[in-house]
């Protein structure tokens, strides 16, 4: 446990001289002790204008309202999509991702050659990192961006707009108390570094307080069932989970983030729920568009989404990019029925034939990633039984952080 500790406070070191380096803090007369501080103070000033719906177009929409903390700072909902705009009836076309464990996310790359202890550096992991399903925003600020000026989301038009409600607000003070220290004159730069600065808390972000960090700290057996579960989690012949989702410790103690932040095309059922895929011509391609822009001319990219951690994912209602299924279960069951039993994943057109990658045009099908427990197999059953989806699940929900002796 005292690895770990030194671990969580590393990473927020290495974050914050990231954002803040010491050497040119020192240069102009500051101390380490008066830049952390500094962050402090950021970071409960980001605190009070996550929670503050205020800055929406609405007046009554915060990050926080679709980023819950009690739900893992994702949705507490079971919509596929939440509603915003400036009358809170707009829609997007991707489920709400949590904000926890973003800390140690690269910035996207095409060319990711893996740097742990144990990985061959010559291998080309392809398109890897980024933040938000596409990889679009390199930083906690960049992101934080986003929703504030979405039309389907927080509903600003511009960054002055944002700024205007956020002196309304009665932030103007402390936001230019900041300016000198950011060395910056835009208020809007100021206000999403406060956002970034808060979202690097490793206290609320990144804890690494579930079960399964205590199992790793020897301090709690897993169930019988768990540990079925963790080992169907990490066999390449059964779940094959843990070649995306990373669950051991690197060599230098890091905890397991249970993502290899890499992209990749799942194929996951079109979602009629969605007002944007009701029209037949209306596909999200991930990488290569529509909110994406600058890859549009890479037909290879088509169809790829950020691997998401696994942490926390039992608190959530809804999953995969497009909010298709609802039960962590069928989640899981989709992985090793996808290409064995289609018939029970994808719809059937009106001649009784399945629709196959229905939500990926066919030009693009070859991205598709066909590793197990995916690709059809010779005896035609699923590489995992209804029971061991089950011990799977049970893995999984000692992933949620808040973990007493009594639960959860």
């Given at each position: 446990?005292?690895?770990?500790?030194?671990?969580?406070?590393?990473?927020?070191?290495?974050?914050?001289?990231?954002?803040?380096?010491?050497?040119?803090?020192?240069?102009?007369?500051?101390?380490?002790?008066e830049v952390f501080r500094q962050v402090e103070a950021l970071s409960a000033l980001g605190?009070?204008?996550?929670?503050?719906?205020?800055?929406?177009?609405?007046?009554?929409?915060?990050?926080?309202?679709?980023?819950?903390?009690?739900?893992?700072?994702?949705?507490?909902?079971?919509?596929?999509?939440?509603?915003?705009?400036?009358?809170?009836?707009?829609?997007?076309?991707?489920?709400?991702?949590?904000?926890?464990?973003?800390?140690?996310?690269?910035?996207?790359?095409?060319?990711?050659?893996?740097?742990?202890?144990?990985?061959?550096?010559?291998?080309?992991?392809?398109?890897?990192?980024?933040?938000?399903?596409?990889?679009?925003?390199?930083?906690?600020?960049?992101?934080?961006?986003?929703?504030?000026?979405?039309?389907?989301?927080?509903?600003?038009?511009?960054?002055?707009?944002?700024?205007?409600?956020?002196?309304?607000?009665?932030?103007?003070?402390?936001?230019?108390?900041?300016?000198?220290?950011?060395?910056?004159?835009?208020?809007?730069?100021?206000?999403?570094?406060?956002?970034?600065?808060?979202?690097?808390?490793?206290?609320?972000?990144?804890?690494?307080?579930?079960?399964?960090?205590?199992?790793?700290?020897?301090?709690?057996?897993?169930?019988?069932?768990?540990?079925?579960?963790?080992?169907?989690?990490?066999?390449?012949?059964?779940?094959?989970?843990?070649?995306?989702?990373?669950?051991?410790?690197?060599?230098?103690?890091?905890?397991?983030?249970?993502?290899?932040?890499?992209?990749?095309?799942?194929?996951?059922?079109?979602?009629?729920?969605?007002?944007?895929?009701?029209?037949?011509?209306?596909?999200?391609?991930?990488?290569?568009?529509?909110?994406?822009?600058?890859?549009?001319?890479?037909?290879?990219?088509?169809?790829?989404?950020?691997?998401?951690?696994?942490?926390?994912?039992?608190?959530?209602?809804?999953?995969?990019?497009?909010?298709?299924?609802?039960?962590?279960?069928?989640?899981?069951?989709?992985?090793?029925?996808?290409?064995?039993h289609p018939d029970r994943v994808y719809p059937k057109d009106t001649h009784g034939t399945v629709m196959r990658y229905n939500d990926l045009p066919t030009q693009y099908q070859d991205?598709?990633?066909?590793?197990?427990?995916?690709?059809?197999?010779?005896?035609?059953?699923?590489?995992?039984?209804?029971?061991?989806?089950?011990?799977?699940?049970?893995?999984?929900?000692?992933?949620?952080?808040?973990?007493?002796?009594?639960?959860?």
């Amino acid at each position: 446990m005292i690895r770990q500790s030194y671990m969580r406070k590393a990473l927020l070191v290495g974050g914050l001289m990231l954002m803040f380096p010491f050497s040119v803090r020192a240069e102009e007369g500051l101390t380490r002790a008066e830049v952390f501080r500094q962050v402090e103070a950021l970071s409960a000033l980001g605190d009070s204008l996550f929670h503050d719906p205020s800055l929406s177009a609405s007046g009554k929409l915060s990050c926080a309202s679709c980023h819950d903390e009690a739900h893992a700072f994702a949705p507490a909902n079971g919509l596929a999509v939440q509603k915003g705009g400036a009358t809170l009836q707009a829609t997007g076309h991707r489920a709400t991702p949590s904000l926890k464990y973003l800390q140690a996310v690269p910035q996207f790359t095409e060319h990711f050659f893996d740097s742990e202890d144990e990985a061959d550096e010559s291998i080309d992991n392809g398109p890897t990192g980024g933040l938000t399903w596409d990889g679009r925003a390199n930083t906690l600020a960049e992101q934080a961006a986003i929703p504030l000026l979405a039309p389907f989301e927080m509903g600003n038009k511009t960054q002055a707009e944002v700024v205007a409600k956020a002196i309304k607000a009665g932030y103007e003070q402390k936001l230019r108390a900041f300016e000198p220290f950011l060395k910056t004159t835009s208020l809007f730069v100021v206000l999403t570094k406060a956002l970034e600065t808060y979202q690097q808390s490793w206290k609320i972000f990144y804890p690494y307080t579930s079960k399964y960090d205590a199992y790793l700290a020897g301090k709690v057996a897993l169930s019988p069932e768990e540990q079925l579960g963790l080992k169907l989690f990490e066999d390449p012949a059964k779940g094959n989970c843990a070649s995306c989702h990373i669950s051991q410790p690197g060599h230098d103690g890091t905890p397991p983030q249970f993502t290899d932040y890499g992209m990749i095309a799942l194929a996951v059922p079109r979602n009629m729920e969605l007002e944007e895929t009701r029209s037949v011509s209306s596909y999200d391609l991930g990488l290569c568009g529509p909110d994406r822009q600058d890859l549009h001319d890479r037909p290879e990219y088509c169809g790829l989404f950020r691997t998401p951690t696994l942490r926390n994912v039992a608190t959530r209602k809804v999953f995969f990019h497009n909010g298709f299924y609802k039960t962590l279960h069928d989640a899981v069951a989709f992985y090793v029925l996808r290409d064995t039993h289609p018939d029970r994943v994808y719809p059937k057109d009106t001649h009784g034939t399945v629709m196959r990658y229905n939500d990926l045009p066919t030009q693009y099908q070859d991205n598709i990633n066909k590793d197990p427990p995916f690709g059809e197999r010779v005896d035609n059953n699923p590489a995992l039984s209804e029971k061991e989806i089950d011990a799977i699940v049970a893995f999984l929900q000692t992933l949620t952080d808040g973990y007493t002796q009594s639960g959860p």
